[in-house]
């Protein structure tokens, strides 16, 4: 089993749309759980941190499951903007700590 | 936010040649930082640790001969790819954190492309 999973979707969306995006891990210790969006032949870029309480920013909400080891980004009123592959990221703690990383979903979103 | 820096961005090269990399983390120290690796349509993948002032700590199937990675100081860490071959041809990306308990940070990348 992967230690992160994510489905390589990819999701095509009209604008406007809400779109969900799941990933599981598979290590029971991990701490810190993160989403980070990479657009075509750029680095990762923080999108947000994920909290045992799940946490909103804007538009985007993310929430964590510990019991079923289970991360979820939410996108509403989609943007063509928000077309990029978004990463599900673990890390046992985090700082000094490796990263691991999903494959990434797709997301396009279309006009 | 803090800022991490690769240089070069891109760079193409005969296969046989090395390749040398260079992250800097600029407005903060590391004494640790990630190198990855993704091939295309694949994830970033750890090669290895690099660790201020000691040897890195590679992951498994990376080779340490062929991935040289010197941590000389706070700010700096550098990836050699020696005799580089096509097959090595990826977008390296390094990544540090400020201090303990913070999101890592990741440089620009580096494309290398060898012919």
């Known amino acids: 089993r992967k230690e992160v999973e994510q489905d390589p979707g990819p999701f095509n969306v009209p604008e406007g749309a809400t779109v969900a995006f799941n990933c599981t891990y598979s290590n029971s210790a991990s701490q810190s759980f993160f989403w980070y969006r990479q657009d075509c032949r750029k680095e990762p870029k923080l999108l947000m941190s994920v909290y045992s309480s799940g946490n909103e920013d804007g538009r985007f909400t993310a929430q964590l499951n510990r019991a079923s080891q289970y991360i979820s980004l939410l996108i509403r009123d989609s943007k063509l903007s928000d077309s990029a592959t978004y990463l599900c990221v673990v890390t046992a703690n985090s700082g000094n700590t490796p990263l691991v990383f999903g494959k990434g979903t797709r997301l396009s979103v279309i006009a | 936010g803090a800022v991490v820096s690769q240089h070069p961005s891109w760079v193409i090269c005969k296969s046989g040649t090395s390749v040398k990399i260079e992250c800097r983390s600029l407005?903060?120290?590391?004494?640790?930082m990630f190198w990855y690796r993704q091939f295309p349509k694949q994830s970033l993948m750890l090669m290895a640790t690099s660790n201020e002032g000691s040897k890195a700590t590679y992951e498994q199937g990376v080779e340490k001969d062929k991935f040289l990675i010197n941590h000389a100081s706070l700010t700096l860490s550098t990836l050699t790819v020696t005799s580089a071959h096509p097959e090595d041809s990826s977008f390296y990306i390094c990544?540090?954190?400020?201090?303990?308990?913070?999101?890592?940070?990741f440089g620009p990348g580096t494309r290398l492309t060898v012919l």
């Open positions: 990544s540090a954190s400020e201090t303990s308990g913070l999101e890592p940070f």
């Open positions: 407005d903060f120290q590391a004494t640790t």
